[in-house]
Each structure stands twice: as structure tokens, then as C-alpha cells.
């Protein structure tokens, strides 16, 4: 069993996590993160989630002051989006995790956390403040005035808020294509692209990817999906 430590450093405990990863056959990869979190939040809790874009799954939960325990994973999942959440703070922290991840942990914010040592991470930020956040502002803004026009009956105004939203979702759409198209070897394309499939599944992005990104088992999926399987 592999050994893991956790140190304190300049008033800062770094929490090493390590992931047994495997798949079918006999390969296997060692694969680790670290977390590095200010001494007023030992023995906070933990939680690691997988992403979808709709929902997200518990894969682990530790306190920040226990050893971490090892779990077992196939190498052809990372990179992927992840959220992570401490126990007592507000906010979540949604990043790429790939091997030599380092999180730096804020104080009061979990989503003010600092994301070092992750090649997607980057383009995961670009999108989220280019495309993402915007998005989601004029999506609920636009769902807001559309719950007021239903409340006062007003039939004109609500069709036209309903078609706001269409339009804004349509956009975002196109913007998320392009994203695609202009970054073909990123994962976040590769993520986007399955998280988006039923929008984007006749339009050939798929084909458009580096081959670099065929072996992530988020592209197998989604050729076995184009094959109807």
C-alpha cells in the first residue's frame, strides 16, 4: 500500500491524493494531486465530484486533516472536469484534474481557489468567463422576467421571454462550436462536445478533434454514439 503524507508548510497543510488508476488489462498509473489548504480549515471536509453537465457524482470525501485514501480509476479518464467542495465554506471549485494537479485553497471561497499544474485548466477558465458565465447571467435574467409574466398572466410577455431564452441558448451553442473548432486538442473541447452532444451530434466536431484526444474514454463514447451503439 502506498504511503501518503501530509505536511505542514509555512502554515499551509498539503494533502496529497493519490489515484489508483486501471483499466481491463494489466496497465496501470499512479496518478497524483495535491491540495494545499490553509491551517484554520484542518480537519474540514472534502468532497470530490465527477461533472456532467446537468449533475454531478460523489467520488470522494476525506477531512483535511486524514490521510488521504487511494482510489481506483481507469488511465483513460483524466483529463476531466471535477467540482470540489469543503465542508463549512461557501462556493465550488470546478477544474480539470490531470496528473500534478496542485489546488491551492482559499480561505473563505472555495470557487476563489487557485488551480497550478493543470494543462486544461487554462481553457477551461477561458470558456467558463467567455462564454459560460455570460450565458448563464442573461439565462437567468431572462428566466426571471419570464416567471414574473406568468404570475401576472401577461401572454405577450412571456412568449417573448421564452423566445429570448431560445435565442440565448441557441447562441451559446454556436459560441461552444466555435470553442470546439478553435481549440481541437484541448479536453474541455473533447468534455464540451459530449456535454453538448444531442446539439452538436449531426454538425461533424467530433472528426474535427486531434487524434491526440482519441484514447480519453469520453471519445470512445461518443464514436460508439455516432455509430448508434
Given at each position: 500500500?502506498?504511503?501518503?503524507?501530509?505536511?505542514?508548510?509555512?502554515?499551509?497543510?498539503?494533502?496529497?491524493?493519490?489515484?489508483?488508476?486501471?483499466?481491463?488489462?494489466?496497465?496501470?498509473?499512479?496518478?497524483?494531486?495535491?491540495?494545499?489548504?490553509?491551517?484554520?480549515?484542518?480537519?474540514?471536509?472534502?468532497?470530490?465530484?465527477?461533472?456532467?453537465?446537468?449533475?454531478?457524482?460523489?467520488?470522494?470525501?476525506?477531512?483535511?486533516?486524514?490521510?488521504?485514501?487511494?482510489?481506483?480509476?481507469?488511465?483513460?479518464?483524466?483529463?476531466?472536469?471535477?467540482?470540489?467542495?469543503?465542508?463549512?465554506?461557501?462556493?465550488?471549485?470546478?477544474?480539470?484534474?490531470?496528473?500534478?494537479?496542485?489546488?491551492?485553497?482559499?480561505?473563505?471561497?472555495?470557487?476563489?481557489?487557485?488551480?497550478?499544474?493543470?494543462?486544461?485548466?487554462?481553457?477551461?477558465?477561458?470558456?467558463?468567463?467567455?462564454?459560460?458565465?455570460?450565458?448563464?447571467?442573461?439565462?437567468?435574467?431572462?428566466?426571471?422576467?419570464?416567471?414574473?409574466?406568468?404570475?401576472?398572466?401577461?401572454?405577450?410577455?412571456?412568449?417573448y421571454w421564452t423566445e429570448q431564452k431560445a435565442i440565448e441558448y441557441k447562441a451559446f451553442i454556436e459560441k461552444t462550436g466555435e470553442f470546439i473548432l478553435t481549440h481541437p486538442k484541448s479536453y474541455v473541447s473533447l468534455y464540451l462536445l459530449k456535454s453538448n452532444w444531442y446539439a452538436f451530434k449531426d454538425k461533424r466536431l467530433l472528426e474535427k478533434l486531434d487524434v491526440s484526444l482519441a484514447?480519453?474514454?469520453?471519445?470512445?463514447?461518443?464514436?460508439?454514439?455516432?455509430?448508434?451503439?
Amino acid at each position: 500500500m502506498k504511503q501518503f503524507v501530509s505536511f505542514c508548510l509555512r502554515g499551509h497543510f498539503i494533502f496529497l491524493f493519490s489515484f489508483w488508476l486501471s483499466s481491463g488489462s494489466t496497465f496501470s498509473q499512479n496518478v497524483e494531486f495535491q491540495i494545499t489548504a490553509p491551517t484554520p480549515l484542518k480537519g474540514r471536509k472534502a468532497i470530490l465530484l465527477t461533472r456532467e453537465r446537468v449533475f454531478a457524482s460523489t467520488v470522494h470525501s476525506i477531512k483535511l486533516n486524514e490521510y488521504p485514501v487511494g482510489l481506483q480509476m481507469s488511465p483513460d479518464l483524466l483529463p476531466d472536469l471535477y467540482e470540489l467542495n469543503v465542508s463549512k465554506m461557501k462556493g465550488s471549485l470546478s477544474f480539470f484534474l490531470e496528473p500534478g494537479t496542485v489546488i491551492r485553497l482559499d480561505t473563505n471561497d472555495v470557487s476563489k481557489s487557485v488551480v497550478i499544474n493543470s494543462k486544461s485548466n487554462p481553457d477551461w477558465q477561458v470558456f467558463q468567463s467567455t462564454i459560460q458565465r455570460p450565458s448563464d447571467k442573461k439565462l437567468a435574467q431572462y428566466s426571471a422576467e419570464e416567471s414574473r409574466s406568468r404570475k401576472q398572466a401577461k401572454t405577450d410577455s412571456l412568449n417573448y421571454w421564452t423566445e429570448q431564452k431560445a435565442i440565448e441558448y441557441k447562441a451559446f451553442i454556436e459560441k461552444t462550436g466555435e470553442f470546439i473548432l478553435t481549440h481541437p486538442k484541448s479536453y474541455v473541447s473533447l468534455y464540451l462536445l459530449k456535454s453538448n452532444w444531442y446539439a452538436f451530434k449531426d454538425k461533424r466536431l467530433l472528426e474535427k478533434l486531434d487524434v491526440s484526444l482519441a484514447g480519453h474514454r469520453n471519445y470512445q463514447f461518443l464514436k460508439m454514439k455516432k455509430k448508434g451503439t
